[in-house]
């Protein structure tokens, strides 16, 4: 089975500068995606980025970009230039075509910012 | 448009009694997803719908549990003699299609608390 990791229960990043959230992951698939959503207070999940497996680019959106190491398994979130609204959880995911698209997440990074 | 809603806000119940938590995706979309957000954990997969048909049911965590759609459209989640574990956020999500390349859209959830 899919499982995902996320070693980081909390962060905290000072405004205007740059925090890495992580996330590991382990499959046997090789078409696969990975993404990281954003969790408010408002509990409304939000797409920030997505890594599609074949690609080796790495995603960019913005402020965020992340750090695909395929073989390695490793799937990080570069915020830069934090800010406040950038505070909330962050969860890293996972989904592969033999899943029919369902997500498996991990325990999320609770991400504080400050002045 | 109109994002995906979920009813009730917060739902609190006595142990023991049935309860039903409503979804309604975005218009046209065919994919909807259920998903459980214990506190202190990442979200958890329950079930899926491709239309009315649900072909993953496999994260239902006991018989107690059930969900329904119906024209396509609206989806429940019913749980029956409800247990204080099962104390959480219910989350729910529509996508176009159940494919790995398209987003899913997540409502602000149902936080159900059983006393």
């Known amino acids: 089975a899919q499982t995902v990791t996320q070693s980081q229960p909390e962060m905290s990043v000072q405004e205007a500068e740059t925090v890495t959230l992580s996330c590991t992951y382990d499959t046997s698939e090789s078409d696969y995606y990975l993404f990281w959503y954003k969790q408010p207070p408002s509990r409304q999940m939000i797409l920030v980025i997505r890594q599609e497996a074949y690609k080796q680019q790495n995603a960019t959106e913005n402020r965020f970009s992340v750090n695909f190491q395929k073989a390695a398994k490793s799937f990080s979130l570069k915020i830069s230039d934090s800010q406040l609204g950038d505070a909330a959880m962050y969860f890293c995911a996972y989904t592969d075509t033999g899943t029919a698209s369902k997500l498996t997440f991990g325990t999320g990074t609770r991400l504080q910012v400050t002045l | 448009g109109a994002g995906v809603s979920q009813s009730p806000s917060n739902k609190v119940t006595e142990k023991g009694k049935d309860v039903e938590l409503r979804c309604d995706p975005i218009s046209g979309h065919t994919a909807l997803y259920w998903y459980r957000q214990s506190l202190g954990q990442g979200l958890e997969f329950l079930i899926y719908?491709?239309?009315?048909?649900?072909?993953?049911k496999s994260g239902l965590p006991s018989d107690r549990f059930s969900a329904e759609r119906t024209g396509g459209s609206v989806s429940t989640l019913t749980i029956q003699r409800t247990q204080q574990e099962d104390s959480a956020v219910y989350l729910c999500?529509?996508?176009?299609?159940?494919?790995?390349?398209?987003?899913?859209?997540f409502g602000p959830g149902t936080r159900l608390t059983v006393l």
């Open positions: 999500a529509s996508s176009l299609a159940a494919r790995t390349y398209n987003e899913q859209f």
């Open positions: 719908f491709q239309g009315n048909s649900a072909p993953d």
